[in-house]
C-alpha cells in the first residue's frame, strides 16, 4: 500500500467522524459502540502508516544498493550462461582435440597427415556444434569474442574451463588409445633453428589470420547507422541493441553452415602448412592437454599459451575498428558528440 492510499483512507475514516451523527442510532447497534469500532479502525490505520514508515526507515543503503546495481547484472538474461552452451563447447572441444591429437600421435612425423585430421575434425565439430555453443573449441577464440563483447563474462569463464577441461579429456583418451602422446605435443625446434622470438611471431600472426577469418565468415553484424546519431549521448543499453550478435549465431540454413564451416577449416590449414615452423597450435587448450597429461613442460612452451591470445586480441580489434567501421564509429560518436559531427561531414566526401 502506498503512502498516498494510506493518507487517503485515513481521511476517509476522518470523514465518516464528521458527518456521521452522534446522536442516531443503527439497527442492533448503540452510540457507544459505533465511537468504539470508529476509534479502533482509526487506531489501526495509524499503526499501519507507522509500521510501513518504519519498514522504510530499517532499509540498509547498502543492501538497496547491491539489490538494485549488483544483482540485475547477474540477473540479466544475457548474461546467464546457458547449460547446454556450455556442455556443447566441452563436448565440441574434447572431439576436436581428440580427432587431432589421434591425428598427430599416429601420423609417424607426417605433418600433412595430422594437419588434415584437425582440419576435418574442426569442420565437423564447427558443423554440428555452432547452433548449440558457437563452436569456439578454442580459448583464444573465445577471449577475441569477450573483446568484442558479443558473449557475456561469465559465460565467457565457463568457455574457458569447459574447453581446458574438454582438451585434457581428450588427451587422456588419446593416450589410453594410441597407448602414448607423445607425438601430439607442441614442441618448438632447438634454438639454433628457430629462437623463441621468432616461434612467438609465428605463432601471433597464424592465430591473428585464423579468427580474423572466423570473424569474416561467422560472425553476423549488425551495423550501426552513423546518421541517426544526435548530439545526445546514447546510454549502453541502447548501443549493445545495435551491436553484433553472438558468435555464429547467424542464419544457420543448410548452406550457409557448411559454408562458415568450410572458411574456418581452410583457414586452419592455410595456417598449418605456413605455421609448419611451430606447428601452426593456434589454439592453447590443444597445446594444454597434450603436455598436462604427458607432464612435458619444456622450456618455451609459454609460447604456445600467451602467443595465440595476442594475436585474437589483436584480430578482435581489427574486427571492431576496420572490417566493422560503423560499429566503431558509433561507439565513438556515443562518447564524443562533436567528434560525430566532423565524422558526418567527413562522409559527404565518400
Not at 5 to 23: A, I, T, V
Request: charged letters at 15%.
Amino acid at each position: 500500500m502506498s503512502r498516498s492510499q494510506k493518507g487517503s483512507r485515513y481521511e476517509e475514516e476522518l470523514h465518516d467522524e464528521q458527518f456521521d451523527r452522534p446522536g442516531t442510532k443503527k439497527k442492533g447497534s448503540n452510540v457507544n459502540l459505533d465511537d468504539m469500532e470508529r476509534g479502533q479502525r482509526k487506531e489501526m490505520v495509524a499503526d499501519e502508516i507507522e509500521l510501513e514508515d518504519n519498514k522504510v526507515q530499517d532499509v540498509d543503503p547498502v543492501a538497496d544498493s547491491v539489490s538494485k546495481n549488483i544483482l540485475p547484472y547477474f540477473t540479466h538474461p544475457d548474461i546467464i550462461f546457458d547449460w547446454r552452451a556450455v556442455l556443447g563447447e566441452f563436448v565440441g572441444t574434447m572431439l576436436f582435440i581428440l580427432i587431432g591429437t589421434l591425428s598427430s600421435q599416429w601420423s609417424n612425423g607426417d605433418y600433412i597427415r595430422g594437419s588434415l585430421g584437425h582440419i576435418f575434425g574442426l569442420i565437423i565439430v564447427i558443423h554440428v556444434f555452432a547452433p548449440i555453443s558457437g563452436a569456439h573449441v578454442n580459448p583464444a577464440v573465445t577471449i577475441a569474442v569477450l573483446v568484442t563483447r558479443n558473449i557475456g563474462i561469465m559465460s565467457g569463464v565457463l568457455y574457458l574451463c569447459a574447453q581446458c577441461l574438454g582438451a585434457t579429456v581428450a588427451s587422456s583418451l588419446t593416450l589410453w588409445i594410441a597407448g602414448g602422446i607423445d607425438g601430439a605435443v607442441f614442441i618448438l625446434p632447438a634454438d639454433d633453428v628457430v629462437t623463441a622470438l621468432r616461434g612467438f611471431t609465428s605463432e601471433l600472426l597464424m592465430t591473428f589470420m585464423f579468427v580474423t577469418t572466423i570473424f569474416g565468415a561467422a560472425v553476423k553484424v549488425k551495423h550501426l547507422n552513423t546518421q541517426s546519431y544526435s548530439s545526445a549521448p546514447h546510454t549502453a543499453s541502447k548501443m549493445v541493441e545495435n551491436e553484433s550478435k553472438i558468435f555464429l549465431e547467424v542464419n544457420f540454413e543448410p548452406i550457409a553452415k557448411i559454408v562458415a564451416a568450410l572458411y574456418i577449416g581452410l583457414a586452419l590449414g592455410a595456417n598449418a602448412m605456413a605455421g609448419a615452423l611451430t606447428g601452426a597450435c593456434m589454439n592453447p587448450a590443444r597445446a594444454l592437454g597434450p603436455m598436462l597429461i604427458s607432464w612435458s613442460f619444456y622450456k618455451h612452451c609459454w609460447i604456445y599459451y600467451t602467443a595465440p591470445f595476442l594475436g585474437a586480441i589483436l584480430a578482435a580489434l581489427m574486427f571492431e575498428f576496420v572490417l566493422t567501421p560503423n560499429k566503431a564509429c558509433g561507439r565513438i560518436c556515443n562518447l564524443c558528440p562533436k567528434t560525430h559531427q566532423v565524422m558526418k561531414l567527413g562522409q559527404m566526401w565518400k
